[in-house]
């Protein structure tokens, strides 16, 4: 019974990563630029994972000297129905000449913090997964 509450709160978690619920804020640790609105003129491999910095985090460089700094190595390689999810949000901007504004970078450190977020709550529901499945003696 408790496995199951606890399996349910899990999945209440997970809607509200995928729905991008008001709680889930930015990620704390991104650090922008200082240009705004900030050009996408390129991008790092989609499929390739992010070096990490010394403090564990990684950084990605949308131009010369346009750098996004902060960021989650392994929110990089998450992929959602096969497409690396930052990649390609990151992608559209740039294919639309679309600089990132104030408001779109809140939403890219939503959407970074949202995908560490289901990171944590795969890994709880794939460990409450099995004990869920073995049949209790009655």
């Known amino acids: 019974?408790?496995?199951s509450k606890h399996f349910r709160d899990t999945g209440?978690?997970?809607?509200?990563?995928?729905?991008?619920?008001p709680d889930i804020g930015p990620w704390p640790s991104l650090r922008w630029p200082t240009a705004s609105p900030l050009p996408v003129e390129k991008l790092p491999p989609a499929n390739r994972a992010l070096t990490p910095e010394?403090?564990?985090?990684?950084?990605?460089?949308?131009g010369k000297d346009h750098p996004i700094a902060g960021l989650?190595?392994?929110?990089?390689?998450?992929?959602?129905?096969?497409?690396?999810?930052?990649?390609?949000?990151?992608q559209s901007r740039k294919?639309?000449?679309?600089?990132?504004d104030a408001d779109e970078r809140g939403e890219?450190?939503?959407?970074?913090?949202?995908?560490?977020?289901?990171?944590?709550?795969?890994?709880?529901?794939?460990?409450?997964?099995?004990?869920?499945?073995?049949?209790?003696?009655?």
């Open 108 to 138: 890219f450190a939503r959407i970074v913090h949202a995908l560490v977020v289901l990171q944590q709550v795969s890994q709880r529901v794939d460990a409450i997964w099995p004990q869920l499945m073995v049949p209790k003696n009655p």
């Open 54 to 62: 010394p403090d564990g985090t990684a950084r990605i460089l949308l």
């Open 72 to 90: 989650p190595p392994q929110a990089w390689t998450v992929e959602v129905g096969g497409y690396p999810v930052l990649y390609k949000w990151l």
């Open 95 to 100: 294919r639309a000449g679309r600089p990132l």
């Open 12 to 21: 209440r978690r997970l809607l509200q990563v995928h729905l991008l619920s």
């Open 1 to 3: 019974l408790e496995e």
